[in-house]
């Protein structure tokens, strides 16, 4: 029987570039070329979901990650240089970031170290639980960028932040960008100093290390080289509790921004455009009218003695309505109780929360000896913490103004309905006809107020009137306040603006009248985002190179044979041994690969097309017949490196010389016999290129050269369908104690098997799948 069963294939409709396997689930994540990112399950290869491609996030896929629990998938896309990390049970955004480098490469680690310090943290419930209320769940019936925090019964926060232990998501990009970002949202590292453009990288479990492979080009027309680069991260390992601790603080900063910033956008929505038509209506007035009397004259004189002039009349009748009055004053006691009910609930309740841990954070970074080595700066947060204070009195502002206003519209509602229900002779309600004096006095102060006319304002926002005061707040512009609040009498004000010694107290928050609250929010995030950059600064200044090693180079031909073209993504994480991951890359891409078929009494040469970690002791891999012989069939292999590790001392030790290229020197490599067993499988009918593989849930998933056919097979089982003859024989063979043996010999380095240039695409080229099992 052949090795492997097959329990998946499909014809796809759009070329794949990407593949990446849960850690934790049977479901494999793809992205194509027309930038849509689907969720297939194992059993059949069935679509769970897709997530189409759209203007706010981008269209161009170029890296896949999955977080080690499986909860979360994280892709970056090069035209809008954002990285979105995407919800596993269904196809929505949880959390999204821009970076300044188009991402090439992308990692998700979880860290392993186990201490007693960080088992008591880990174990340890989180006090913020306790100390503060749980956030209060978005309103459902707004846009779909507030559906992350709008499901009553899951914690959208928690979900975003996952488990507790340490992950870190590790970005590489062009330009010798890579940073790495705590728990896949916050960054925590800025690593400067690598060439080239990353074309692969992972941090060690202990976080003892970086290792990273670039492409450096000089020039556009020179060769581009491969070069290793192992960089020491020990800061991170030796402050390994601390950096998790202040982890955890940054990520829930995040989330809580995040928070704030959808709660303002369902403000924003709750706000309607049709509370600015009395402001239009009255403009036109203005414009049209023939009479010198103002406005406010006209609408006095219809509040003291009961009569409008005509051209008034025809205002309120004609183009107002009295049906129409009745909707705008619905309209406006509705979409102002929606927005107090999301200051008082929402903006509140997470200020309240981002203050808190702020604060925290301060306490941390107060402890100098063991969080100044970080970067973590007290006078920097405590900055964070006052533009924290100056957003939540901001709030409370724009409360008092809906409240006020609210007031105001109901008795000038009120009055005016009477007025115009007056005006076209119809029956007055008695309850609605008794107006006290203190009623009409409210309402002359209302039309004083808001009714005067404004040239200065008309040149600014092409109208002469700003009766409604609240959407001023929710503009995100950078102009001041069209009617800033009236602070003239206030005792506070006068009290504080003639005390020297308390308008320069820290206990006072500063106050910006003449802002809105959307400028006030982006100075906060502003304020914070500079505070939390110092650590990502420090901890990426303190990473050093330990070991710089050139591969090899690309060369510009097209009849050149490409050497390395993927192979610097065989790397395990869980070994720190650099001859393991070069032996792998080495021996796979520049020697040849025979398979000995013993019956026959032929051998047959192999190139390697793509490989991967299955396990700590297996290479899972896909082989090309050589280009001389027929048929040029695929095979998808298991190569068990247990030889790898035998009599080692016993080998002959590689010296390598800094000053050649490692390609240079493979000659004097060490080589070894690796035994395929039973563990292969003839890929029929397919041109098998790619594979991505997962150890732990023992599947594969291979894919064609044309990047639409697909296949999934379970590893750890034998396909239940009869073999052909000649498979039936090989394998009888093999059972009888006559394995088939893989020979690497890199002696001739003129005679290499590989994949022709034409056959290997360009994208696909440098990253095939994105996928570290």
Known sequence: MPAFRQVGEKQLPQEVVFMAWSPKRDLIALANRAGEVLLHRLANFQRV????????????????????????????????????????????????????????YMQWMEVTEESSVLTSFYNAEDESNLLLPKLPALPKNYSTTAKIFSEEKSDEIMKLLGDVRLNALVLGGSSGFIEIYAYGMFKIAMVPG???????????????????????????????????????????SSYLPEVTRMARKFTHISTLLQYIKLSLTCMCEAWEEILMQMDSRLTKFVQEKNTTTSVQDEFMQLLLWGKASLELQALLMNQLTVKGLKKLGQSIESSYSSIQKLVISHLQSGSEALLYHLSE????????????????????????????????????????VIDSSMKNFKAFFRWLYVAMLRMSEDHVL????????????FVADFLTEHFNEAPELYNRKGKYFNVERVGQYLKDEDDDLVSPPNTEGNQWFNFLKNSTHLKESPLLFPYYPEKSLHFVKRQMEDTIDQCLQKPADVIGKSVHQAVCMSLYKISQSEDSTPQLSKLPFLWNDKTSNIHYVLFTMLDSSVSKIYILRRHTDTSRCYSCLDAHFYDDETVTVVLRESVEQEGKERILAQLPLTSVYTDEDQEREFIWDSAKRLD?????????????????????????????????????????????????FEMDVEDDGEAEEEEEEETTQIAAGEPEELNQSADNQGSVCGASAEELPGETEEQESGLDP
């Not at 979901?49 to 090069?78: C, H, M, Q, Y």
């Not at 100098?368 to 409370?396: H, P, R, W």
């Not at 008695?430 to 006095?441: A, H, R, S, V, Y």
């Open 49 to 104: 979901w897709s997530l189409p491609p759209n203007e706010n996030t981008g269209k161009e896929v170029t890296a896949l990650a999955w977080r080690p629990d499986g909860k979360i998938l994280a892709f970056g896309l090069t035209d809008t240089k954002r990285i979105i990390l995407c919800d596993v049970e269904k196809p929505e955004s949880l959390h999204s970031f821009s970076v300044d480098s188009s991402i090439t």
């Open 361 to 400: 954070l301060k306490g941390m970074a107060l402890w100098k000896q063991k969080y100044e080595s970080l970067g973590l700066d007290a006078s920097g947060i405590e900055d964070a913490i006052t533009a924290v204070g100056s957003f939540i009195l901001k709030a409370n502002e724009l409360l008092q």
């Open 194 to 236: 690598v060439p080239g453009s990353c074309r692969g990288l992972c941090l060690s479990s202990d976080l003892k290390s970086l290792s990273v492979i670039t492409e450096i080009q000089d020039s556009p027309d020179s060769e581009a080289e491969m070069t290793y680069f192992q960089l020491d991260t020990s800061l991170l």
């Open 430 to 441: 008695p309850e609605l006809n008794k107006m006290t004096q203190k009623d009409i006095t």
């Open 664 to 712: 240079e020197q493979s000659g004097e490599i060490s080589t070894r016999t690796v035994f395929l067993e039973n563990q292969w499988r003839v890929l029929e009918n397919m041109k098998a290129q790619y594979v991505a593989v997962n150890g732990i849930r023992k599947v594969s998933c291979v894919l064609s050269s044309n990047l639409r056919h697909v296949r999934v």
